[in-house]
């Protein structure tokens, strides 16, 4: 009797061991799980592209959002190919095209979330005979960008309306939009294709320097409103979008949020733009804002209006949006 207690016991105190360490193994295969509210960390780019960010970012630092964020900002695309595809970034505000190209070029391990941004180009001219695409021809046009957008959307627009780049008008290519600036600014460049802040810039330095075309409107003119002239977005790596797709919606409806708040209080986002380094001064940002371009679309919309814009790069340049035209997979669709 003795002997059949003791075995008893034995086997109750096995039972319990393996019920132990049965808790312990959930307990690891529970914390190696992915969570569903990680801290996410987002870069975004200094200038228009990180306006719409910058709400956000306040959002964050008072701990009134429902995801934790990490987010920087950098100064160069550069700088944002090299943390996505280390893994430093999950979510990075970023050129429509560069997200396309790193996609094609990481084969599908980048995926578009929304678009932030429209076009942020216009011509700037030192005068008023410029109130026509066609009054370009014979032209010097100064920009910079050369075999990148600003060069594919004026080349596009140009020949859209019967100018060839190569002969009716002289392009002159500059490094850097400061010196580009400068040339505007001390009436060096008569004519010149420029993004905000760049424009506001310019006009506080010489007010005899005018927006004579808004190239979003030129785009929809020559495209018949079947595209728009879409250059900023939110993108991720698709590794993070697969494990965390919660998170993710949630980031966009915040984000979403950050973008109208940006639209409509144009005096807090400006400061905020400062404050995070986006725009050096929020007197800049303010005068700024407006033509940034901001918007929010996503899912399907996001993919129908953007196709036509992909198309005109890829025909200018197939190595512009990575060698090939991004397929279904590339648009997340916060839908599903």
């Not at 132990?20 to 529970?30: K, R, Y």
């Not at 109208?260 to 209080?265: G, I």
């Not at 804002?289 to 198309?311: H, Q, V």
């Amino acid at each position: 009797m003795k002997k059949f207690k003791l075995v008893v016991s034995l086997i109750a105190a096995t039972l319990m061991f393996v019920a132990l360490v049965g808790c312990f193994d959930n307990d690891e295969e529970s914390s190696s799980a992915p969570t569903e509210n990680p801290t996410i960390n987002v870069v975004a780019i200094k200038g228009p592209t990180g306006v719409g960010m910058v709400n956000l970012m306040e959002s964050n630092e008072k701990g009134q959002t429902h995801n934790k964020y990490n987010i920087i900002s950098v100064s160069s695309p550069e700088a944002i190919v090299a943390k996505i595809t280390n893994g430093e970034a999950d979510i990075v505000a970023a050129p429509t095209n560069l997200a396309a190209s790193l996609y094609n070029k990481t084969s599908g391990k980048v995926q578009m979330l929304a678009v932030n941004t429209k076009g942020v180009l216009y011509i700037m001219e030192n005068g008023n005979s410029i109130n026509s695409v066609a009054d370009l021809k014979g032209k010097t046009i100064y920009t910079t960008g050369k075999g990148a957008n600003p060069d594919f959307v004026l080349r596009y627009i140009l020949s859209e309306n019967g100018l060839d780049p190569d002969k009716d008008v002289e392009i002159v290519f500059k490094s850097e939009n400061d010196e580009l600036a400068a040339l505007l600014a001390t009436e060096s460049a008569k004519i010149a294709l420029v993004p905000e802040p760049v424009v506001t810039t310019v006009k506080s330095k010489n007010s005899k320097l005018r927006v004579a075309l808004d190239m979003n409107d030129e785009w929809e003119k020559v495209s018949g409103g079947n595209s728009e002239l879409l250059m900023g977005c939110v993108a991720a790596r698709k590794e993070f979008v697969d494990e965390h797709s919660q998170a993710v919606k949630d980031f966009l409806s915040e984000y979403k949020q950050s973008i109208e708040k940006a639209s409509s209080d144009i005096d807090t986002t400006a400061e905020l733009c400062e404050k995070f380094e986006i725009i050096p001064k929020a007197a800049v940002a303010k005068q700024a804002i407006p033509g940034c371009s901001l918007t929010y679309i996503d899912s399907n919309d996001m993919m129908e209006k953007i196709k036509g814009y992909f198309d005109v790069l890829y025909a200018a340049n197939p190595q512009s949006v990575g060698g090939a035209l991004p397929d279904v997979d590339f648009y997340f669709n916060i839908k599903q």
